[in-house]
């Protein structure tokens, strides 16, 4: 019911509350550096930023318009380079141009690149258009290894921010300025692709996206309205691109290729394609986990995608329509009815992670892939995984916690649909 | 002589070498209301698709107000002003009933695909939308997905599409196919409504909704059409009987 | 020049087998299910991984049996509890499922084999050579794979036209509602397909593990070809995904065998760049250095001039 929260129509008092919303999300960004002062914490909110352009753009293109890319970093990598050797250009010729400005070379690189790619894959939806836009993701991440003068191969192209036209005492050496550039660029781009949400185009994208033949019978070229909706995404991601050049100061081969387009849809995908907060909430949280979890276990991209996998499984609508779907619920006074079961849900669900987890992590130490020896702490416990205590202490986590979670499941639906049938009663009446 | 709203000439398709539409030639004049009959299996509603530039013919023309549309997208062919409707519901399952409606008022409004005014903020284009959900006795249900609406009102829905946009010719494909009684009764009440001063094209089953809206029918059997006449004159022709088998054509009065 | 020809011929048609033996269960699987399997080439990683594991405790030939078998059922386990649960949501989410089972089986592989190539070897009794052509050794090994191959696509075309199993596959390529109606248990066969399409893709895994590099990367390397393969020839054909492995296997060899670049052909027509000039470095590189994006090169040019793939006939 995600879809309808965003595509419903609200009637007056909207305007002042989507204000609100944006006022709030500036004064966010303002003071967000003041509680995570941390270098940590500012290059990973920095990050955050970022992702979260990058994903809203990837969003218009699977969320808005039904169109699964799996070359999405194409536009977003492009953009950055572009910007690099614009950083670079400028530096040399000393122009006087500020940097603040060079996330638009990034948007320009990223929508031309979109016109040229967007003609050839745009003609087909559905799964050609994901193989294609995957074989062009390939032919571009290839070239990038060949073409050495541009891309710089596996060691890449680096460039120096604090070279560039110095405006209003800024020279962008501290990472609190750039976080603040960055913020500024995600405040403008969410505005931006909110408001095409809005629009007559957004509506057509969202109609081609449910029943692209229908629309073509109410007047729409389908193949149009896909090939502006992918333009306007790499645009969008060209920005992203061109903050992250910004940001790192250097760009490679990887950051055109296959990875990115993963990481992209994934966090997408587990934020929620259907509303448009979703993005925003899946860019914040991949973001974080790979910053908390790359230092905590080796196999964390793994965790990522069962993650990834038990959504697509279970919650198609991603965590915005999990919680979208509660908003009844919420609305009725009613969410305390659910907390007993799902908190029982949640505890069985987490111990059979952690059994899970344990033994995931244990035959890590004991595989090839490991170089540590077998020791290792687990939530800080020092264990051997070529004992046999820990393997039994994983399997007696799993396996009774799997079982109990699998009984559990039915309460929780069953609460669920108790309290949602008696939400709706409320208001009615 | 007059320029026909829709005008079928020597057409033909065929599905590999299966002959679906055998040779069909037909003129609609403007205002008419215009039914199509034939048994199951006759070609109805691939003749339908060949109109509205959902297949390509295989041979012959259409003209729609005299410009040949033959071979033409749906989309070009919405453009030029005609606007269908589908045997099987086809609409915007996740979006609202409002939004639905509102989209396919969108192009011939000239609203098209801007990018930057905002949708909620056009008036005329609310409006329209609105006085349509009335008509069409959808609008308290605007804010529903059209995905969770019974059979007849998703019936409805897809007829409020198919007119919004001001398509003067409309094609209807069996609009009240799959209704009761009395849900019938309410959709060619609607459909007299709707289509009112435009031209109207529709293949149906049922023959108290044929000879209660149609000015004129065509029979359509294997693919040619037998008879073209006022709805009299089809029930007293011979070969229609014979098609038929005297069976359906003689039961309403 | 001839030498290079008829060896360069048998390793792409060596190649395009290896391709479609993989293509073949891919096409199977998304014509009878709709579900183009994202995880197809990771089943051959891994085909190839277990093959290496298993041929180090029983030899080649047992593993040659037994590691198809086994990611077969892997394959037919994750269509029963995995592909069944996410179809309620459409053809999307499937695509979806299988993009986050390709993610985490290279992990697992990563996990478990780490990141480094593993040593498989051609076992003792084929790594011989097996004729020379002027001074080329055409090994053993090779002709094995090319005639492993060829066997499994004679018996894929036997089961295919002459079985009762394989007129209901050949149905349901062309009218995939129709499965449903023959009165068939729908979920049976597509576990069955399912099992079949990814066993055969570890056949290729197994048989080009020791002639290629049995590594983590090997699924992400493989499988963009195999959608090129399966889009060049058309969605759902099984007869354009075999055109079109060959012509890409036979395009990607001969371009490896190819030393000459832009510039030399401009040289021929006395053009010269200078070297510093800003598109020099497109001109400079060679045929050979291309051959990797090859396959998306004629992807883009298909797409330009046929939509609908070599053979193909489905729009979407």
């Known amino acids: ?55 809203l753009s990837y969003n218009m293109l699977l969320g808005q318009t039904g169109m699964l890319s799996f070359g999405h970093a194409v536009y977003y990598g492009l953009g950055g380079f572009l910007v690099v050797h614009a950083m670079n250009g400028i530096t040399a010729a000393h122009l006087p141009v500020p ?113 692209p033949e229908r629309a073509a019978f109410i007047g729409y070229n389908t193949q149009s309205v896909r090939f502006i909706a992918f333009c306007l995404a790499g645009l969008f991601a060209g920005i992203a691109g061109g903050l992250t050049a910004i940001n790192f100061e250097i760009m490679n081969a990887a950051n055109v290729g296959a990875a990115p387009s993963g990481i992209v849809l994934l966090m997408t995908y587990i934020g929620g394609v259907g509303n448009f907060a979703g993005p925003v909430i899946g860019a914040v949280l991949i973001t974080f986990l790979q910053v908390m979890l790359s230092d905590a276990t080796e196999i964390w991209q793994l965790y990522l995608g069962i993650l990834f996998i038990v959504m697509v499984s279970f919650a198609p609508g991603g965590i915005a329509g999990l919680i979208a779907m509660h908003a009844p619920v919420w609305r009725a006074r009613l969410l305390h009815r659910l907390v007993p079961a799902y908190a029982l849900a949640l505890a069985l669900g987490l111990v059979t992670f952690a059994g899970a987890a344990l033994a995931l992590e244990m035959a890590y130490r004991l595989s090839a892939g490991s170089e540590g020896g077998t020791a290792f702490r687990f939530l800080h416990v020092p264990l051997d995984a070529a004992s046999a205590a820990p393997w039994s202490l994983a399997v007696l986590l799993a396996v009774p916690g799997f079982v109990a979670f699998r009984r559990v499941l039915p309460i929780v639906g069953n609460a669920w649909a108790a309290t949602l049938a008696e939400a709706r009663r409320g208001r009615g009446r | 002589m007059t320029v026909q709203a829709l005008e079928i000439e020597a057409l033909h398709k065929n599905f590999g070498r299966v002959p679906i539409i055998r040779g069909v030639d ?42 040949d549309i033959t071979g033409h997208a749906p989309y070009e062919i919405n453009r030029r002003g005609l606007a269908r409707s589908f045997q099987v519901t086809n609409i915007f399952p996740r979006l609202s009933v409002f939004e639905n409606v509102r989209c396919a008022a969108m192009w011939a409004m000239g609203y098209r695909t801007s990018l930057w005014r905002a949708v909620d903020g056009l008036a005329d284009l609310t409006a329209r939308t609105e006085e349509v ?97 006022t709805p009299e004159r089809v029930r007293a022709n011979p070969a229609v009987q014979e098609a038929y088998l005297g069976t359906a054509v003689a039961a309403p009065s | 020049m001839l030498e290079l020809i008829i060896v360069s011929t048998l390793n ?195 048989i080009a593990g020791p002639a290629l590099v049995t590594q983590s990367n090997m699924a992400g390397l493989l499988g963009p070809i195999l959608f090129v393969v399966v889009v060049v020839g058309g969605l759902g054909s099984l007869a354009g995904a075999f ?26 027509f006395g053009a010269r760049l200078a070297p510093d000039a800003f598109f020099a470095e497109i001109t400079q590189v060679t045929v050979a250095q291309i051959a990797p994006i090859m396959p998306y090169l004629l992807l883009v040019l298909i797409l330009i001039f046929r939509p609908r793939g070599l053979f193909g006939t489905r729009e979407t």
């Open chain 3, 243 to 268: 055109a079109a492995s060959l012509l890409i296997g036979l395009v990607q060899t001969f371009a490896v065998a190819m030393n000459v670049s832009l510039a030399d052909l401009l040289a021929l």
């Open chain 2, 133 to 229: 959900l009335e008509q069409i006795n959808l609008i308290d249900r605007r804010d529903l997905p059209a995905g969770v609406l019974s059979y007849a009102e998703q019936r409805a829905l897809e007829i409020g599409i198919t007119i919004v946009g001001g398509g003067d010719v409309v094609l209807l494909d069996e609009p009240t196919a799959g209704m009761s009684r009395s849900e019938t009764e309410h959709a060619v009440a609607l459909i007299r409504k709707v289509t009112e001063g435009r031209t109207l094209v529709m293949v149906e089953h049922d023959m108290g909704v044929v000879f209660d809206l149609a000015d004129r029918i065509s029979v359509l059997v294997y693919g040619q059409i037998i008879a073209s006449d």
């Open chain 2, 26 to 67: 037909l003129a609609i004049a403007a205002g008419e209301r215009h039914a199509v009959i034939g048994p199951n299996g006759a070609g109805k509603s691939t003749l339908f698709h060949l109109i509205s530039g959902r297949f390509a013919p295989s041979s012959g023309h259409i003209r729609l107000h005299g410009a």
């Open chain 3, 12 to 206: 792409g048609v060596l190649y395009g087998m290896l391709l479609f033996l993989m293509a073949s269960g891919l096409t199977l699987i998304f014509s009878m299910m709709g579900v183009l399997n994202f995880a197809h080439a990771s089943f051959y990683m891994l085909g190839a991984f277990f093959g290496y594991q298993l041929s180090r405790a029983l030899g080649f030939w047992p593993a040659l049996l037994i590691a198809p078998v086994l990611v077969g059922a892997i394959g037919a386990a994750v269509e029963r509890y995995g592909l069944r649960t996410v179809h309620r949501h459409g053809h999307v989410a499937e695509l979806l499922f299988t993009f986050g089972l390709a993610f985490v089986i290279e992990e697992v592989v990563q996990m478990l084999w780490g990141r480094l190539p593993v040593d498989y070897r051609v076992p003792p009794t084929l790594d011989f050579t097996a004729f020379t052509i002027f001074s080329t050794n055409y090994p053993a090994y090779k002709l094995f794979e090319l005639l492993t191959a060829i066997a499994i696509f004679a018996v894929l075309l036997l089961v295919l036209t002459r079985t009762r199993a394989g007129l209901i596959i050949q149905a349901a390529l062309t009218h995939p509602d129709m499965v449903a109606m023959l009165g068939h248990n729908v979920p049976r066969v597509f576990m069955l397909a399912f099992g079949v399409g990814t066993g055969l893709a570890a056949v290729a895994g197994v």
């Open chain 1, 99 to 211: 940097l603040a400005v060079l996330p638009l070379v990034g948007g320009v690189a990223g929508l031309v690149f979109g016109v040229i790619f967007g003609s050839v894959s745009t003609r087909r939806g559905g799964t050609a258009f994901a193989m294609i836009s995957l074989g062009l993701g390939e032919l571009v991440g290839a070239s990038a290894l060949i073409l050495r003068d541009f891309f710089g191969g596996e060691d890449g192209i680096t460039t120096n921010r604090t070279k560039l036209l110095h405006v209003a005492g800024f020279n962008f050496g501290p990472q609190l300025q750039v976080y603040y550039l960055i913020a500024f660029w995600c405040l403008v781009c969410m505005m931006a692709m909110y408001a095409l949400t809005r629009t007559p185009f957004g509506r057509i994208c969202n109609a081609v996206r449910d029943n």
């Open chain 1, 1 to 55: 019911m995600s879809a309808v929260a965003q595509t419903g129509v609200r009637r007056t008092g909207r305007g002042g509350a989507l204000a609100g919303v944006w006022v709030v999300a500036a004064a966010l960004f303002a003071v967000l550096p003041y509680v995570f002062s941390s270098g940590t914490g500012l290059t990973t909110m920095s990050l955050m930023a970022i992702m979260i352009i990058f994903a």
